[in-house]
């Protein structure tokens, strides 16, 4: 009779080895500051966040466009000077895959206090 020993026997299926790719790595974009909706009665407001190491990131306004790059932590803080009224504020990574991610706030900025 014989003795069949699968232990020592290559799988025929390569599925059975294992994954055969790494596990997708998501493209991380949180902004703390500012809150949306936030009133400020100040001409600067603080744009902070947190995104991968190294990553370009592109700050929007109506009338500003601005690039800088994040921290080896990932974080990320620029002071952003407002127009009176309503300024629209958006954030955005992008990686070397072509993917993207975007963070919009609305911050309102009036000369005098309510």
Same mark, same amino acid.
């Given at each position: 009779?014989?003795?069949? #020993?699968?232990?020592?026997?290559?799988?025929?299926?390569?599925?059975? #080895?294992?994954?055969?790719?790494?596990?997708?790595?998501?493209?991380?974009? #949180? &902004?703390?500051?500012?809150?949306?909706?936030? &009133?400020?009665?100040?001409?600067?407001?603080?744009?902070?966040?947190?995104?991968?190491?190294?990553?370009?990131? &592109?700050?929007?306004?109506?009338?500003? $466009?601005?690039?800088?790059?994040?921290?080896?932590?990932?974080?990320?803080?620029?002071?952003? $000077? &407002? $127009?009176?009224?309503?300024? @629209?504020?958006?954030?955005?990574?992008?990686?070397?895959?072509?993917?993207? @991610?975007?963070?919009? @706030?609305?911050?309102?900025?009036?000369?005098?206090?309510?």
């Amino acid at each position: 009779y014989y003795i069949v #020993n699968n232990q020592y026997q290559k799988p025929k299926n390569l599925f059975l #080895n294992g994954p055969v790719t790494t596990l997708p790595k998501s493209l991380l974009l #949180n &902004l703390d500051q500012p809150d949306q909706d936030a &009133l400020s009665f100040s001409s600067s407001i603080i744009v902070s966040g947190k995104t991968g190491p190294k990553k370009d990131v &592109l700050i929007s306004t109506d009338t500003n $466009d601005l690039v800088i790059q994040s921290k080896i932590d990932g974080s990320f803080s620029v002071v952003l $000077d &407002l $127009d009176e009224g309503i300024n @629209r504020i958006a954030v955005a990574v992008f990686d070397l895959n072509g993917d993207s @991610r975007v963070a919009e @706030r609305t911050v309102y900025f009036s000369k005098e206090k309510i």
